[in-house]
């Protein structure tokens, strides 16, 4: 049972160039998240995507287009990479009717790690 | 809007210490709190949860009590050991809010030395 996969692990990149990161689950989950994580600022929400065919922006979504391709995939796109997107981007999915009240529990993968020079 | 602060860290404990993470919440309404734990180069996975005032989750030697009082659910564990060197996050689903995702605390790493 693979869970959520993510690909790149690792991906460097120039100012300036694009790249999207992909994620893919099979628990047939609603949801589905992207998060990025960087030192003493925890986890913060970048899109996330309530059911195939929704998404809507989270805490700080600029820079970064999301695309919910079908129920199982949610990709993450940077269109001009800047330094300030270095950091370790997290797919996540959960299974919750397709709403986010009640006892969610998110299922994360493996982490990307991106760098921008 | 919902928040949750977490103590900082680092913490250092020496194995079969006793250990409390705290963990305080702003939120409308009644929510359900979590703990996720992020061990090295790994993503995060839940450790525990609970969904109502007073309720008690547990798993793997550690617990939290949901306060509803002091809007609080700090981690405890009796004895903790090497392999609980982790990166631990406090987290929150605030009910009738909408479509409103887990809002999580900055994370305390916890470092585990024998």
């Known amino acids: 049972n693979a869970g959520v996969t993510q690909t790149p692990k690792f991906q460097v990149l120039k100012t300036g160039q694009s790249m999207t990161l992909q994620c893919a689950q099979d628990?047939?989950?609603?949801?589905m998240y992207w998060y990025r994580q960087d030192p003493g600022m925890g986890l913060r929400l970048i899109y996330y995507?309530?059911?195939?065919?929704?998404?809507d922006k989270g805490e700080v979504p600029n820079g970064y287009n999301v695309s919910r391709l079908n129920k199982r995939e949610f990709s993450l796109r940077l269109e001009s990479a800047a330094p300030s997107q270095t950091s370790v981007y997290f797919c996540?999915?959960?299974?919750?009717?397709?709403?986010?009240?009640?006892?969610?529990?998110?299922?994360f993968g493996a982490g990307s790690r991106l760098t921008v020079l | 809007g919902d928040s949750v602060t977490q103590m900082e860290g680092p913490v250092t404990l020496s194995e079969e210490a006793f250990l409390t993470i705290n963990c305080t919440y702003t939120?409308?309404?009644?929510?359900?709190l979590f703990w996720y734990v992020q061990y090295p180069g790994e993503g995060l996975q839940l450790l525990l949860k609970?969904?109502?005032?007073?309720d008690k989750g547990s798993n793997k030697g550690f617990e939290a009590t949901y306060r509803k009082e002091t809007t609080s659910f700090h981690l405890e564990k009796g004895s903790v050991q090497v392999s609980d060197s982790a990166v631990y996050f406090c987290?929150?689903?605030?009910?009738?809010?909408?479509?409103?995702?887990?809002?999580f605390g900055k994370g305390t790493r916890l470092s585990v030395i024998a």
């Open positions: 996540a999915s959960s299974w919750d009717g397709g709403q986010f009240r009640g006892a969610n529990v998110l299922t």
């Open positions: 995507s309530a059911s195939e065919g929704t998404t």
């Open positions: 609970a969904t109502k005032a007073d």
């Open positions: 939120a409308t309404g009644y929510p359900s």
């Open positions: 628990m047939n989950h609603n949801s």
């Open positions: 987290a929150l689903s605030a009910l009738n809010s909408g479509n409103t995702p887990l809002v």
